[in-house]
């Protein structure tokens, strides 16, 4: 291969990631279709299904779960409908305290138990809870339900050392109430039904398997999805193909592609110890190949690198399980104009 093509070749794949981002960008913003597609193409099968009752706390894994507006359900196990607050009411995550992911949740009917290594496990019941106050994320007001001083003492002993300076607290409604972050709304798909309980951004995630295994290619230690706390794992399609899919169906369950995940330093916390990677990583690769160059959209993404995309439930509640199988919408032709041009 001679110089010249060898270095036109470089540079597509060097350019490939951040291309994608300008081609989904255009094509989000000139395509908007409101309806499903009525063909469809099968890119893989769900590989992975996790709900995060408590955000920034541990996993559940779990065979089968309902898909409703707010997100991942099951009796009273919710997606992120519980999360921790400081004494001001302000979201407390795992960036700023790491060993948040080693508390294990489980839910029995309704009663919510956490474990941690070294503490007696501490359990309340969400039916039980009374009483509403204003907690937030992000800057954003959010209802919540206090858990109780017991729950609020465990949490700030395991975290803090100390007897105070946490609460639990429970999402009361049923539906979302935040409006889109200021900073999102450059992502034209971006719809306040979408925003959840407690998430940082919308009420879904889903990884692709074959981009984290590309991941692991450029980075010494490898990372799993769970690095990325998705509710949806896939596998069987192509590294990142996922950038450029738009209505996406796992089983009988349809969703859009509103964004692309903006990853922060969460990313660099073993989900298994609770400590932060002293490299930075897998950030700091992440930020050389998958950040978004688009003049539009950076100054709101602020440098941030992306990993998975975030989706909207665009149909009725269903039930997606395990091995399912994950389909992306065929594009459709476009229809011609009634008045053929001059």
């Known amino acids: 291969m001679d110089r010249t093509r060898l270095a036109y070749v470089s540079a597509a794949v060097v350019g490939a990631g951040t291309a994608v981002f300008f081609v989904w960008w255009w094509w989000t913003k000139r395509h908007q279709r409101h309806r499903p597609p009525s063909k469809w193409r099968k890119v893989g099968e769900l590989s992975d299904l996790i709900c995060f009752p408590v955000k920034s706390l541990g996993p559940i894994r779990v065979n089968s779960m309902e898909c409703t507006m707010l997100g991942l359900k099951s009796g009273w196990m919710r997606d992120r409908t519980l999360m921790v607050i400081d004494l001001d009411g302000q979201f407390v995550t795992g960036r700023q305290m790491p060993r948040m992911v080693q508390v294990s949740p489980s839910v029995a009917g309704s ?17 039980r809870l009374r009483g509403r106050f204003r907690a937030a994320v992000w800057g954003q007001a959010v209802p919540a ?8 003492r465990w949490l700030s002993r395991f975290l803090l050392q100390e007897d105070t300076g946490l609460r639990l607290v429970y999402y009361p409604l049923d539906k979302p109430s935040r409006e889109v972050r200021s900073k999102n709304q450059v992502f034209p798909l971006t719809d306040s039904k979408d925003t959840g ?4 951004a919308t009420s879904y995630t889903l990884e692709n398997e074959a981009s984290i295994a590309d991941l692991n290619t450029r980075i010494e230690e490898p990372v799993t999805p769970l690095h ?40 660099t916390v073993d989900p298994e110890t609770g400590k932060k990677n002293p490299k930075i990583e897998p950030l700091k690769t992440l930020r050389k190949y998958r950040e978004i160059t688009d ?48």
């Not at 309980?197 to 940082?200: G, I, L, R």
């Not at 993404?301 to 919408?329: A, C, E, F, K």
């Open 111 to 127: 009663v919510l138990t956490l474990k941690a290594p070294g503490m007696m496990s501490v359990s309340v019941d969400l039916a």
């Open 145 to 152: 339900c206090d858990c109780g001083e017991e729950v609020a």
């Open 197 to 200: 309980a407690y998430p940082d």
């Open 228 to 267: 990325f706390r998705p509710n949806f794992v896939v596998k069987g399609a192509e590294p990142l193909e996922e950038d450029t899919w738009d209505w996406i169906k796992i089983g009988n369950v349809v969703f859009r592609n509103v964004k692309p995940c903006t990853r922060c330093i969460f990313t």
């Open 295 to 342: 003049p539009e959209i950076r100054p709101h993404t602020l440098g941030s690198p992306v990993m998975g995309i975030h989706l909207g439930l665009r149909g009725p509640n269903g039930i997606v399980r395990l091995g399912d199988p994950v389909y992306v919408g065929v594009p459709e032709e476009p229809e011609p104009p009634l008045v053929s041009p001059p």
